[in-house]
């Protein structure tokens, strides 16, 4: 496994993102369970704890709502955190501190006190990690207003999202999917950075749109390279921002290309791909020529065996399947 | 610093604990009356009986220190100092309201006196006052965050994780535990294997005391040592004030789960009669003087009253600031 010094993973370019941002402000600071000493439960923040100290790299205890609420109280202090969950299942015990307090004290107090509280979570399946470590819960989080929810799926947004979101006044949660950890990619440089709240075409096409964010997007990317190949072009809109959603994007996609599939690692009752398929029945009705198509995980919790794992998520076949039948050559 | 804070036990500081109890009380029957009329709607959570808590915990608090508080916090938001016009056009849901109206009794706020709110979710203000402290002392301030709630909350998991943190981490929080016996209807001793709140504590090796929350001036005196132990020794303090609520949980509370005798033989050690008494005793409270107190309260809560009635309502056009910062969306 030679180092390729041309290349970075998405985990040393949030790597880069967390040291980056303890350098430059004294306010910030990482907390959460195995941060520290033993380096970050995906490895993420592996030699932080040398050059930060113990103050600002904190490891805490299995306490998810203690000490994702002691980052809500921090930032209300002057802080600025970056609270570490080691999965979006684990967040279910921090759900109080987050919906009850850091969604709703800037609203509660008449604009009174701003939270500034950065949330970033590990979330997907993929790692046979089973029904308790690989869900996809974005949804419930982009359900939440007072909350922005951000879904970086490539190594340039691993590496830049992060100073966005501690630029901003407001709580915002971060969803690292565990696939993208080990993917490799040039060194990001200043002009990848885009703004925090704008989806981006990461392919242009002209027969059909691909909607899709975070963990899905290599899949996303692969099948388009397929269907090229079938003769069918495929645009490929990241979201990377899941709420607020960039309506004006998806609207845009959609009056050019007039078909659409949404890929949605999440389950498809109640998903992101329906609010986005709501979105588009309001707003684009009248440019669609086909009703719009959802790949989204199969309804069961993930199991633990491979290929039942992989037979709940999202696949590139399943993805070239449906832009196939949507553009009527299946 | 290093000698703990005698309270001052003269008559003036005495009487201004009186009055500011008094202050309580008569801006909650107001709002008792003034909700049966269908002005102040939502939950109505009273703290009368319990004011000895707020008002003697405020005297060892200092300006630039934070305070955390629950549901039931009309006391504590008068005792710090909030206007009392401010928190009754928020009773109403006015836009003048400490608030802007948004948050009504249950979520008082005012950033200017580092009041953090009345929060809703038994134990949820726990953790933020965990971090409130943590930033305080990694920005090397020397303030407490003062954080009440009830014995309720000692059930709840956001307790037991924020005593565990604020003694890892040796954070200056004096946590205030309001015990009133009744989680709203169940009684401590059906919830809680461990009915000594305080030695709940001890297990995270918080220092930690007991003291009559009817007794305005043993609650100063517990509250001003515990903070000395604060400032000095630099971790937390637990405090388990031990009083009685005279009304019921709210406003749609029966309280079928406890007889009125109860109520009465906790009436009669209330901390407003018990003070009173005290000053007539030994001579140091007449009459008039009393009658003038009443007065200079009534006034006031009648003015609030009048500026809450003539505030305004915010209009809907505005309904989705404040979600975000900086503008509506």
Known sequence: MAADTETISYREAVRLALQEALRSDSRVFLMGEDVGHYGGCYAVSKGLLDEFGEQRVRDTPLSESGFVGAGVGAALGGMRPIVEVMTVNFSLLALDQIVNNAATIRHMSGGQFSVPLVIRMATGAGKQLAAQHSHSLECWYAHVPGLKVLAPATIADARYMLALALEDPDPVVIFEHVMLYNELAPPPVESDRLPMDKATLRRSGNDLTLITYGGSLPKVLQAAEQLSQSGIDAEVLDLRCLRPLDTTAIVASVARTHRVVIIDEGWRTGSLAGEISAIIMEQAFWELDAPVVRVCSKEVPIPYPEHLEQAVLPQPEDIVNAAKQLAGLA | ?329
């Open chain 2, 1 to 329: 610093m290093t000698q703990p804070d005698k309270p001052h036990i003269n008559r003036s500081h005495l009487i201004k604990l009186l009055q500011e109890m008094i202050r309580i009380r008569r801006f909650e029957e107001r709002c008792a009356e003034l909700y049966t009329q269908q002005k102040i709607r939502g939950f109505l959570h009273l703290y009368i009986g319990e004011e000895a808590i707020a008002v003697g915990c405020n005297q060892a608090l200092e300006p630039e220190d934070a305070l955390l508080c629950t549901y039931r916090e009309h006391g504590h938001a008068l005792a710090r100092g909030l206007s009392m016009a401010a928190v009754m056009a928020e009773m109403y849901g006015k836009q003048s309201g400490c608030s802007g109206g948004r948050g009504g009794s249950m979520h008082l706020f005012d950033n200017s006196k580092r009041f953090y709110g009345g929060n809703a979710i038994v134990a949820g203000g726990l953790p933020l006052a965990v971090g409130l402290a943590l930033a305080d002392k990694m920005q090397q301030r020397n303030r407490i965050t003062a954080c009440f709630f009830g014995e309720g909350a000692a059930a709840e998991g956001e307790f037991h994780e924020s005593l565990n943190l604020a003694a890892l981490w040796k954070l200056p929080v004096l946590f205030i535990c309001e015990n009133n016996l009744y989680a709203m209807g169940t009684a401590l001793s059906l919830s809680e294997s461990e009915q000594d709140i305080y030695r709940k504590a001890e297990g995270y090796k918080i220092p930690s005391l007991a003291v009559d929350g009817m007794n305005v001036v043993a609650v100063e005196e517990a509250a001003r040592n515990a903070c000395t132990s604060i400032r000095t020794a630099g971790g937390p303090f637990f405090l388990e004030c031990r009083t009685y609520r005279f009304r019921a949980h709210s406003m749609f509370d029966s309280q079928l789960y406890r007889d009125k005798a109860e109520i009465e033989t906790w009436r009669e050690k209330g901390p407003i009669v018990q003070l009173t008494n005290w000053l007539r005793d030994y001579h140091q409270l007449q009459d008039p003087e009393l009658a003038e107190i009443e007065q200079v309260v009534e006034d006031e809560v009648e003015a609030a009253v009048v500026t809450a009635e003539n505030a305004d309502f915010e209009k809907v056009a505005t309904l989705t600031r404040d979600v975000y910062t900086g503008g509506s969306s």
